[in-house]
Nanobody, 125 residues
Framework: QVQLQESGPGLVKPSQTLSLTCTVS??????????WSWLRQPPGKGLEWIGK???????YYNPSLKSRTSISRDTSKNQFTLQLSSVTPEDTAVYYC?????????????????WGQGTQVTVSS
């Protein structure tokens, strides 16, 4: 059974880079079964898709965030990471990693088969 767990600092200062890691167990991030995504939910707002990485390492990003987003992976550790640069308080949210068998439907929570528990990240000075 696939399980995902987010980890990383809960507080980031404005203009710095937000970095999170998702550790995957029960399945390989290099298999052709899933796309591995990052999503977030700001307080009082809906879910927002950030980007994803496929089994071959190809990445796909939300156009509104692409310029400051980087998703990468460490296959030896079965982990994938999120880096979001130049953060502002508007980036404060609960951040999730999740897995989906579909390349599309990235904004639809129903399309994801597995979710991490989520981790709160606050951007504040």
């Amino acid at each position: 059974q696939v399980q995902l767990q987010e980890s990383g600092p809960g507080l980031v200062k404005p203009s710095q880079t937000l970095s999170l890691t998702c550790t995957v167990s029960g399945g390989s991030i290099t298999s052709n079964n899933y796309y591995w995504s990052w999503l977030r939910q700001p307080p009082g707002k809906g879910l927002e898709w950030i980007g994803k990485i496929g089994y071959s390492g190809n990445t796909y990003y939300n156009p509104s965030l692409k310029s400051r987003t980087s998703i990468s992976r460490d296959t030896s550790k079965n982990q994938f990471t999120l880096q979001l640069s130049s953060v502002t308080p508007e980036d404060t949210a609960v951040y999730y990693c999740a897995a989906s068998r579909y390349r599309g439907a990235s904004w639809q929570s129903e399309s994801y088969h597995y979710w991490g528990q989520g981790t709160q990240v606050t951007v504040s000075s």
